[in-house]
């Protein structure tokens, strides 16, 4: 195993920690930090969901953050949605590129209470989306297996549920005359360990050597770093990370816990080790201090505190 010469890292920052903070964040701070983003090399950036604001009140102005977006040449602002009432509020939405997406879980506890779904109505949700995207010539980008490394309500997750919604979403792609989408496997509730970063990616390589995969990783136990790390040496070559740690799941019982992967964090990392990402790092640490004084407390993120590796005279 040897790491990839480059990785594509996925800015989830906005979306991820807009959704999360308790305190009502005014549009033009998350817009200030959105653009800020937008100049230091990432070229994909989440910046809001649309899903239901009474159940995520920090969402509820995604229609005026889209409005106020100004994409620079060569950066993609994107979006979320769950179902197909969310894409259709997102398809209306100026300013984003629309990269058809689904989400099913692979703990059905989980499922059940983050969008109160099982196996088959997540299925069902998820071939319906396909049918809008195929409907409205947008391409199928992606597939998320949420908690496809544990559950803080199930336990463990077998591999064998990732494998089985896995296997479901590629046959409803093709049902739909859609390309295979890039599969990402979400730490959801940050139960992954390195050993089980090669468990299950090792599992799914065996099973799809083509397929391709993405890492969506929680650092709620402090392991996120050392996952994308055994992710690299596996050969996973896409990663999402939010700014300064920005973010978490409303839904998973970690009130108070670190976020997403830190996006200035990993690039330090992959800068030492010789992985080209394209970021700017200087920018990133100062669009990282800037998350946290727009969230107003402090966030996880290392590098934004420590800087880069730079000796000092």
Known sequence: MSLPSRIEIREEGPREGFQF?????????????IHALAETGLKRIQTVSFVDPRRVPGMADAEA???????PPGVTFGALWLNAKGFLRALVAPNLTLDGSVSVSASELFGKRNQNRDREQDLAAAAALMALYAEHRIPFARATIMAAFGCNFQGEVPISAVLDRIAAILSLAGGAGLERPVISLADTMAWATPLTIQRVVGAVRDKWPDLELSL??????????????EGMRMGVARFDAAIAGLGGCPFARHAGAAGNLCTEDLALLCAECGVETGLDLDRLIEAGRLAEAVVGHPLPGRVKQG???????
């Open 216 to 229: 969506h990783l929680h650092d709620t136990r402090g392991m996120a770093m050392v996952n994308a790390w």
């Open 65 to 71: 953050v889209c409005a106020g977006l100004k994409p």
């Open 307 to 313: 800087g880069r590796l730079v000796a000092h005279g």
């Open 21 to 33: 903070e308790k305190g009502e964040i005014p549009t033009a701070r998350k817009l200030e930090l």
